[in-house]
């Protein structure tokens, strides 16, 4: 029997997912959409960091390419993950995981934290919000730093000393963090609302 299907793998942080994909009908999920013209399989992926799609155009013949195709956000240049056949992206997929896992290993997560995977996406999602500016404090500020625990990440504004509490045991609070487009830690001035500070 004829496998009528390519595979995608979609990169989300430590998470990689596996998505078949028939060459007959399209598919649509918030982080991958597929559909075709009469010449080509048009795949499209979401960036959690730019919030935006990148287009991807393959013909049918280059989706049986050996080693598959490695895509990044047209954006911000970040991996989205493969296109191409199954055993190739299964073994691709593998390596990441197994990478992932022996980077944890090293960094000390598995012996510390409650979930170890979701906290290495929480620290990246929450530094990649902070570089582009999207914590801020209600006193104006922008510069802030972090106490990470077992199952939270707590970011304190160095300029009031206002805190803020991201839980970091789940995929729900991970789901949950990513939702936000920004982050408003409450200020320890009393009263007082941004005032334009940007340290």
Do not use: W
Request: charged letters at 25%; aromatic letters at 10%; one cysteine or more.
């Amino acid at each position: 029997m004829i496998d009528a299907r390519f595979f995608i793998a979609l990169f989300k942080g430590s998470n990689i997912n596996v998505v078949p994909v028939s060459l007959f009908q399209g598919y649509e999920q918030k982080s991958l959409i597929v559909y075709r013209n009469k010449k080509e399989i048009i795949v499209k992926m979401y960036c959690d960091q730019c919030k935006e799609y990148s287009k991807f155009n393959f013909t049918l013949a280059s989706l049986n390419k050996p080693g598959g195709y490695r895509v990044c956000c047209a954006g911000c240049g970040n991996e989205l993950g493969y296109v191409g056949p199954r055993e190739d992206i299964e073994a691709i997929a593998e390596k990441h995981r197994r990478d992932v896992e022996a980077l944890m290993r090293e960094m000390g997560f598995d012996d510390y934290f409650t979930n170890p995977f979701i906290m290495y996406e929480m620290i990246n999602h929450v530094h990649d919000m902070a570089e582009n500016k999207k914590i801020q404090c209600q006193c104006g500020s922008y510069a802030v730093t972090a106490n990470i625990g077992t199952d939270k990440i707590e970011l304190i504004c160095k300029n009031c000393g206002g805190k803020h509490i991201i839980k970091a045991a789940s995929q729900k609070d991970l789901d949950i963090a990513k939702e936000r487009p920004m982050i408003i830690i409450k200020s320890k001035l009393s009263g007082k609302k941004a005032t334009g500070i940007n340290r």
